[in-house]
């Protein structure tokens, strides 16, 4: 009896696990079904390598007012109205997104900057200095930038008003970096010369002057900048400066070199004085406006391929010659000289915006405003320069929304024209979709916001911290056996020996 009652235990036993292992099998089945949809690709950005810190911080106790009407005229090209929310639910917003920010325990970049003289930016911008202060009372009027292809390198404006702003009470913005005063504590030292303005408005010498205005500034910046003690305990690897306009920063450049550039592209630069290890490739601000409310798509956007800019160029903008010939005739192309006159930036605009395809060719430096000119019209981009390099392509991947074709290919024959040829609607509805999510990178604005172009610029200097901080720890091993003299000599770092 004990027998039978113990034999139908065990048998109890086996169907009990049977029906166990049955039921944990069809869920990992069924898990395994659920999750394969969201896997089949990866994703164009990472977005685990974004710095999202402190993305709002509002001071509701403060009895400093924002002046909204002051900054309206100043705020990028991503305008819009519209916004329904009250101060009361924008508050709110702010405070939940502030506390993601400390669950996660991500900081934001820790950011030391000269209190340079007025003459080294805002004055640049004929901008009067009050009460002794070297800057503008962001609750008042802010000093506007001029228009034109000026706007395409002024990213030196947007960072430091960003700045700024970090330590303005009441001032809503986003936040992956903020002013500190104390340098020691500082992740990075922000160098806040306005560069590409100085060469734009004054890199010709009066008759009256020996040297421009802009070499004169670069000589102070300089003599200031290597005589800090801030520069002088890093060797300058821990300072940011901007150069973004090719041809500016020429004379200082060569002395200044250790430090952090951020820069259009490498094209003027020596691989020893800036490259990709050390510095940082900030996007243009794009000169034809958004296309806002895009409702276009592949069938009534008429034009095939879209170019329109200077065609003779030098160095490496000798493939706009060439291409120039190859396309001229093509049905669906549009390639033509144009430049800023005769109403030429709202001419370009509603092209783009009517194209499908839009070259951005090399010039004179491998890289130019066209890219992003196109990103914002929403048209796909052809890019065909060999050394371009890219902003945040670290985290971003071009590859989605973009088109690359290696120059050699692109002069041959018929290969350009049947690459985009056989590029289908649904092909191009994919990458269109793509560049509608990926355009707000590209934006400057102020206040800045949420992951737009001087967020992804802070984030990108703040990927470079570990590696420029391992670089400065391991120039201090032995500092403490060194001599005066010895250590005086070690802060003057040369080009051959510093990387």
């Known amino acids: 009896m004990a027998e039978k009652h113990v034999s139908s235990f065990v048998a109890v036993s086996k169907k009990y696990l049977l029906c166990l292992f049955s039921f944990i099998l069809a869920l990992f089945i069924l898990s395994w079904f659920f999750l394969l949809p969201s896997t089949d690709r ?36 991503r305008g819009g109205g519209g916004d329904e929310e009250t101060a ?91 002013r500190i005063r104390n340098s020691s504590e500082a992740d990075v030292i922000f160098v806040p010369f306005f560069s590409s303005l100085s060469y734009n408005r004054y890199s010709k010498v009066n008759p009256h002057q020996k040297k421009s205005k802009n070499k004169l500034l670069q000589q102070k910046l300089v003599k200031f ?85 200077a065609i003779y160029r030098k160095a490496g903008g000798h493939v706009r010659q060439e291409l120039f010939y190859l396309l001229k005739d093509e049905k669906d192309v549009h390639f033509q000289f144009g430049s800023v006159k005769n109403n030429g930036i709202n001419k370009a605009s509603k092209g783009m915006h009517s194209s499908k395809f839009c070259l951005n060719i090399a010039g004179d430096t491998p890289s130019s405003n066209r890219l992003f000119d196109a990103i914002a ?26 088109i690359f074709v290696r120059a050699s290919d692109a002069i041959k024959g018929k290969f350009l024209m049947n690459l985009i040829r056989g590029i289908g609607k ?9 560049l509608k999510e990926v355009e707000h990178f590209f934006e400057f604005q102020y206040p800045s916001k949420e992951d737009d172009a001087v967020q992804m610029i802070w984030q990108a200097v703040a990927r470079k911290v570990p590696a420029m901080r391992m670089k400065i720890h391991k120039s201090m091993r032995f500092s403490r056996s060194l001599t005066r003299k010895h250590r005086e000599l070690r802060e003057v770092p040369t080009p051959s020996n510093f990387w």
């Open 42 to 77: 990866p994703n164009f950005i990472d977005h685990s390598l974004l710095t999202n810190a402190f993305r709002s911080t509002t001071d509701s106790g403060s009895s400093h007012s924002w002046n909204q009407k002051n900054v309206e005229p100043l705020l990028g090209s």
């Open 377 to 402: 019209s929403h048209c796909v981009p052809v890019i065909i320069s060999d050394d371009i390099e890219l902003p945040y392509e670290d985290v971003l991947d071009y590859s989605q929304f973009c």
């Open 426 to 434: 649904d092909e191009w509805t994919r990458m269109w979709q793509k």
């Open 225 to 309: 900048v290597i005589s800090q003690r801030e520069w002088k305990r890093s060797g300058g690897r821990n300072h940011v400066i901007l150069a973004h306009h090719p041809n500016s920063l020429l004379q200082a450049r060569m002395k200044l070199w250790p430090a952090m550039f951020i820069l259009a592209d490498f094209g003027r630069y020596p691989p020893n004085i800036a490259n990709v290890e050390k510095d940082v490739i900030a996007p243009y601000k794009h000169v034809i406006r958004s296309y806002v409310n895009d409702l276009s798509n592949f069938d009534n956007r008429p034009i095939l391929l879209y170019f329109q800019g």
């Open 88 to 178: 009361q639910e924008k508050v709110a917003v702010k405070e939940v997104k502030c506390n993601v920010h400390n669950e996660n325990n991500t900081e934001p970049l820790k950011v030391f900057m000269y209190d340079l003289p007025s003459q080294f930016h805002f004055e640049l911008l004929d901008w009067i200095p009050q009460a002794g202060s070297v800057w503008p009372d962001l609750r008042t009027k802010i000093p506007a930038y001029p228009g034109g292809l000026n706007l395409q390198h002024s990213i030196e404006y947007w960072l430091t008003l960003d700045l700024l702003a970090s330590e303005t009470p009441g001032f809503p913005r986003a936040g992956s970096a903020i």
